[in-house]
């Protein structure tokens, strides 16, 4: 007989043994040498497994992660929609507050376009079907004048600001007797107030408003402060440049006074 | 040489059970050594068989607490069935004879171990009856054996043929 041969008859004893349950005691002697080499091998396939699960979940996260970036992009979005829409409705809130308390009635227009320079015309949407006429002003942020209707289509309107050449206001320094002057554009770029008397005493920080002088701007109407004073020694008259209230770059929505 | 090789390749046969099931251990167990079985006889390669994978598929029964030797059992029967067949009709190492051999093997391992777990269990030594085994066999885990065995088998060949055939193959 083989090698062979005694090894098949071997294993069959040893399947029999095991079947009738008399290896026992063999088990009990060599399980001490085995038990570790399983444990071993499991322990092996537990990590590769684990290291495998760690790699899909690291790719889960990471599909999860740039799905969470887009909603936030997202959300971020949103949110500064929103926060645009609130700060519009509390301006519209403080012009119709403003309204009331003076007694005025106003066309609420949104800027919609600028000229190439962005100081010297203002796109609004709103025109002749919503009743704008030439020369209304234009108020914006709770009462302060910001320009002048220049133009006047049917849906929507040029507004001339207080900064664009041509402009030209009748103001006041606002405190009681306070000096008139006229106040004039600066190339789009800042508001002058001039022809104020050499006598009258101007300050700076005081605050210009709209005089009565204007045919179709109220009077008291804010415009901004006083900056710095120009006096031209053997002239008549004293000049001051003033800096608008509200920075005319970032005007939203407007109210054009009827 | 050959000695330590079969007795570094008992505790490595052992040892690949045991990883196989582990890895692979949903339902009923994978079993390599069949694999390796149906490999070596399609190799021609039986001392390999008696010297390493029947004292590996000895070693696991013992080590089990089921008393049913169903790894001698299966692995006896595929080596066999295959040897029988491939001595009648695949004689060469083609392609195949690996893809008959595997199939068949893996087939008749399957009824030996039906067989064996309602006679068992007929006469009380398992509570695993053939119907609740039939529910935890996996085809993956079969599928996965054949697929093995086939490219296994013909990748060592294929190593065989460019290192020299005496290398893998055995003399009779």
């Given at each position: 007989m083989s090698y062979l041969g005694w090894s098949i008859a071997a294993t069959l004893v040893v399947a029999a043994l095991i079947s009738f349950g008399s290896l026992a005691p063999l088990q009990r002697i060599i399980a001490p040498v085995f038990a570790p080499i399983g444990r071993a091998a499991s322990a092996v396939v537990e990590r590769f497994r684990a290291m495998s699960a760690g790699q899909a979940d690291r790719a889960t996260l990471q599909k999860e992660n740039d799905s969470l970036k887009q909603q936030l992009v997202s959300t971020e979005l949103d949110r500064a929609a929103l926060q645009q829409q609130i700060a519009e409705l509390q301006l519209l809130r403080d012009e119709a507050d403003f309204l009331k308390r003076r007694s005025l009635s106003g066309i609420s227009a949104r800027v919609i376009g600028r000229a190439e320079s962005s100081a010297q015309l203002l796109l609004v949407d709103a025109g002749t079907a919503q009743g704008v006429k030439l020369g209304q002003p234009v108020l914006a942020a709770g009462g302060v004048l910001v320009g002048i209707v220049s133009d006047v289509n049917t849906s929507t309107s040029n507004v001339r600001p207080l900064t664009a050449d041509g402009t030209s206001v009748g103001v006041r320094v606002d405190r009681p007797d306070g000096p008139t002057g006229i106040l004039v554009g600066e190339r789009g770029t800042g508001i002058r107030l001039t022809l104020v008397p050499k006598s009258e005493t101007l300050q700076p920080k005081q605050s210009i408003i709209t005089s009565?002088?204007?045919?179709q701007i109220p009077s008291g109407i804010l415009i901004g402060t006083i900056s710095s004073l120009r006096t031209v020694a053997g002239a008549l008259f004293q000049e001051a440049t003033i800096i608008p209230t509200?920075?005319?770059?970032?005007?939203?929505v407007l109210t054009i006074l009827r | 040489m050959k000695r330590v090789f079969y007795i570094i390749g008992i505790p490595l046969a052992f040892a690949l059970h045991v990883a196989m099931s582990a890895l692979l251990g949903r339902g009923w167990p994978p079993e390599p050594l069949v694999v390796c079985t149906i490999i070596v006889v399609w190799l021609q390669a039986p001392r390999v068989f008696a010297f390493t994978i029947l004292p590996a598929a000895a070693l696991l029964d013992l080590m089990q607490a089921n008393h049913l030797p169903l790894v001698i059992a299966n692995v006896l029967c595929a080596w066999g069935v295959t040897l029988f067949v491939q001595q009648r009709w695949l004689t060469n190492r083609s392609t195949a004879s690996l893809i008959g051999l595997t199939s068949l093997g893996l087939l008749c391992t399957t009824i030996v171990t039906a067989i064996i777990l309602w006679i068992a269990h007929l006469a009380s030594l398992t509570s695993v009856g053939v119907s609740s085994w039939v529910t935890s066999l996996n085809l993956f885990i079969l599928i996965t054996e054949w697929a093995a065995a086939i490219f296994i088998g013909f990748l060592l060949h294929t190593v065989a043929k460019l290192l020299g055939r005496s290398f893998l193959y055995a003399t009779h």
């Open positions: 009565e002088v204007n045919p509200i920075p005319y770059e970032q005007l939203t | -």
